[in-house]
Each structure stands twice: as structure tokens, then as C-alpha cells.
């Protein structure tokens, strides 16, 4: 390996949205860099590189937005994103640093939408959506968080997000929300930066702009306050004020899903493909239990219910669909939600995140999240029965709440697919059960609580 490769070696695992955590990387191979941005001849430069870690054996693709200037001109409030000092293009040693950072390169990036160059045959291509004005001039302010991927706000006006695990072929998140822009649902697209990597036929997604929407809250933390709030005592109609906005929640779901189910691909799961599907989550279930034993006694609950729903025999419509639904991913500003990250689950391949899904998979992910931001307040006071009663409540009065509003606004109705909803609530945990282990193992009791707590297909009510 190169020297920037070694270094990108040890940085690379360190950071949040890097997906292989946990599993050693034997290669690192630097696949392609572009000098995107030159400030000057003391620079700073913006160095895109899409690198490839190599771990047990298959290879994962990032994306490194990379800062390089001279040695000793790293600004003192840049130290701590420094990587180490190197030969970026050869010449000079150089040191390098995250570069999501520096508000002096974030700052040219945007401006490279606004002034899109004759750059037809150029690797590394700035596309806007056509009609879209790309408001210039505010640097790009790093939103933290636990994030996938790498977000810039723009003042008032825009969000970058920088897709940090690449895969081949257009992003999800950019085709979902381009399908249904000009809808309440979403944030606009503006732009994105594509470029045409080693052994991909079709360009790939680096990055998407879209409309900031401001005076937003996500949803994820007001359940939470709302469910801390009641625990604390507060009184019953703060737990009603919740239920109106999971069923309003529950609504929006249901017109974004027609939305998309007009602009895009549906069809039809055969009796057939339902048993396909019970076995690939049984497959997906070993594999979490290979890494996660704490989840084997569970295994037999969750089995009778893919068994329950291998069975079904009425067809089930398919169609595009968010595929990672939780709270977090939808934001409230006063006019109704907004559904961000259409990208899916960021570890399941590409082609099995763009192909058809049951909504019911949607649905399925949000009720979890009910459970969660109850389960998540419990982490703090294990063995408080009462506490756990009112938590409990809470997440089951919004999962009905949500339900009832998603067949108001025209969804199929969750209360007639029982079944198959609490096999797809079952293979959602399996799968927070992993992400868990994988990044927060203090939340790893969050998804194994509800696994352990599960009953019978009675839900909601
Ligand atoms: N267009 C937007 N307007 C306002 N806030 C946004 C917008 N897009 C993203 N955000 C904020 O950024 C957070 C992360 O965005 P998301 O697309 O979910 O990234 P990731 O895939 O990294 O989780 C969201 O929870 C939200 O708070
Ligand atoms: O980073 P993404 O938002 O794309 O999604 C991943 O991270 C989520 C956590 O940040 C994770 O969601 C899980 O935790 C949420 C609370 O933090 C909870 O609301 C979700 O219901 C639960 O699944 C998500 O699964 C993962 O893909």
C-alpha cells in the first residue's frame, strides 16, 4: 500500500459511517482521485478519492472528501481532522485532513454547482436538476450526529449529502427523491455529483443537494421528549398530542407511498415469493445469530413467525419503496413531514435495495421505531416495572395512531396483514440487532427487549 494508503488504512475504521467496523482491513487500494478544488498555490485543495477496503475477503467502496495543504498551514481548528502528512499527486508532502471540516473548501463545492463547467467528458461530473437555483455563498457547516453518510448545511438554503459507502449506478436516495419532487414529502432535489468509476458500466452517485428545510425537528427526538415527558408524569394529553402526529405520520407514509407507487415500477408478490422471502429472512436471522448469540433464544419466535408468514397465500403489491424507516428519518416542520434518506439499508446491496418492496416493510420499520424510542428510555432504569408499563403503553398508542392514519390516507390497512407486518417487525429487529451490535452495543437490549417481547400477531390493539 501507498503511504496515503496506509494511512487511510487506520483513519478509515475510526470513522462513524464507515460500515465494516469490527473486521480488520488487509487492503486498501486508493481506485481513483480527482483534484476537485484548488484554493491556490498554499492551497487548500479538495481531493475526491474513492477508495476500496478489502476485509475477509470482499471489497467495500468509499468516498474520501480529502483536504490536503502544506505542511504547518493546517488552521489549529483543523488539527484534530488531520490524517497525517503525505504525497497526495506526488510532489510535495503534504498533510491531509477530513475535509468535510474545512469550511473554506465546502464552501467552493457549492459554488461548483452554481457554475457548472463544460465537464461532459470529465470523470467527476456536477449535475443540477434542470429549473433548480443553487443559492452560493455560505460555507458548509458539518451536521454531526449518528450519520451514514456526510451531511453539509448550506445557511438556510441547502443540504449536501455526501454518500460516504458507494455502490455502483445511481443512489436510491437520489432517485426516490427525484421521483417525487414537487410533493410535500420531500426536500427538493437541486443537484447531484456523479462520476464513472473502475468496473462500473453506469455512473455512480458521490453526492446530492437538495433544499434545506428549515425550523424542522426530527422525529426522532420529539418521540422521545414526548415519551420522556410522560415518564417524568406529565400529564395524559401530552401522550395524545404525540398519537396526532404518528397518525398524521402514518398518513403522509401512505400518500408518499402512492406517490411513488405512480411515478415508479410495481407489482405483484406470488404466494410463491412470499416463501422466497420467509427464507431469506431465516437466512438473515442465522447470520445475525453467528454474530449476536444473545439472539438464539429468541430464534424459535421469530422463526414461527416467518413460518406463519410463508404461508400466506394472498398476493401482496410491491413498488419502490424508503426501505430504513424510522424516526429519524422524517423531520417536522410546520407544514406536515418531510421523509429524508431514501437509500435503504446502508449495508444490503444496491440491487436488493432498489427492487420492489411491500410498503408493509415501511410500516413495519416506523412501528419499530415507536418501540424503540420507548425501549431507548428504559436503557437507563432496567427493573422499574412501572416505568416499563408506561413506556410500553406509550409506543403501543402511537403504533395504533400511525396504523389508523396510514389507512386513512389510502395505504393498504396494516390490521388486515398481520402476518406478514410481524414477520417484517421481526426481520427489522434482526437487523437492529446486528447495527447494534456493530455500533452502539449499549443499545443492543433496545431490539432484543422486543424480540423477547413479542406476541402474538395482535397488533396494533
Ligand atoms: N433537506 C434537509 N433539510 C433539513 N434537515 C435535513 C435535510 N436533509 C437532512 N437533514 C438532517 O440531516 C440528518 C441526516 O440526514 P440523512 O439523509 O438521514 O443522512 P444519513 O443517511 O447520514 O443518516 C437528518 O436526520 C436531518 O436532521
Ligand atoms: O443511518 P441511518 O439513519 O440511515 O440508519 C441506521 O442508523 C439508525 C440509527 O441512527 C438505525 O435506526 C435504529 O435506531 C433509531 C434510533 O436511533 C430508531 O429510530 C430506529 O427505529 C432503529 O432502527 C437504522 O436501523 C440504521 O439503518
Known sequence: MSELEELLAVWLPRQRW??????????????????????????????????EAGQRGTYSRYQVMLGSRPPR?????????????????????????????????????????AAPTSEGRSEVRFRTVPGARVHTGAPGRLLTGEQSNTSLVFGREHVLKTFRRLWPGPNPDLELNTALSGSPYVAEPCGWIEADLPGSPTPTTL?????FVPDATDGWVLATENVRSLLQGSSPERESSFAEEAALLGRTTAEAHRALSQALPTDVLSPGEISDLADAMIERLAM????????AEHAPRVMSAYSDFSRV????????????????????PEQGWVLLDFEGEPTMPVQDRRSLSTPLRDVAGMLRSFDY????????????????????????????????GYADGGGIDPEKHLTALRAFEFDKAVYEVLYEARNRPNWLRVPLDSIASAVAPSLPG
Open 373 to 404: 424510542a420507548a425501549g431507548y428510555l428504559l436503557i437507563g432504569h432496567p427493573g422499574e416495572p412501572d416505568l416499563e408499563c408506561s413506556a410500553r403503553a406509550w409506543a403501543q398508542h402511537n403504533r395504533e395512531a400511525f396504523c389508523r
Open 313 to 332: 397465500d394472498e398476493p401482496l403489491p410491491t413498488q419502490r419503496v424508503h426501505g430504513d424507516y424510522h424516526l429519524g428519518q422524517v423531520i417536522r
Open 18 to 51: 464507515f460500515s465494516g467496523k469490527g473486521i480488520p482491513i488487509r487492503r486498501l487500494r486508493i481506485l481513483s482521485r480527482h483534484r476537485l478544488l484548488s484554493a491556490g498555490d498554499e492551497g487548500p485543495d479538495l481531493n475526491l478519492l474513492v477508495v
Open 207 to 211: 453526492a446530492m443537494l437538495q433544499t
Open 73 to 113: 498551514a493546517l488552521p489549529a481548528d483543523l488539527a484534530r481532522t488531520a490524517i497525517g502528512v503525505c504525497q497526495v499527486f506526488g510532489g510535495r508532502a503534504q498533510v491531509v485532513y477530513d475535509a468535510a471540516h474545512d469550511e473554506q473548501l465546502t464552501r467552493l463545492l457549492l459554488e461548483r454547482f
Open 288 to 295: 445475525a445469530t453467528a454474530e449476536v448469540p444473545e439472539l
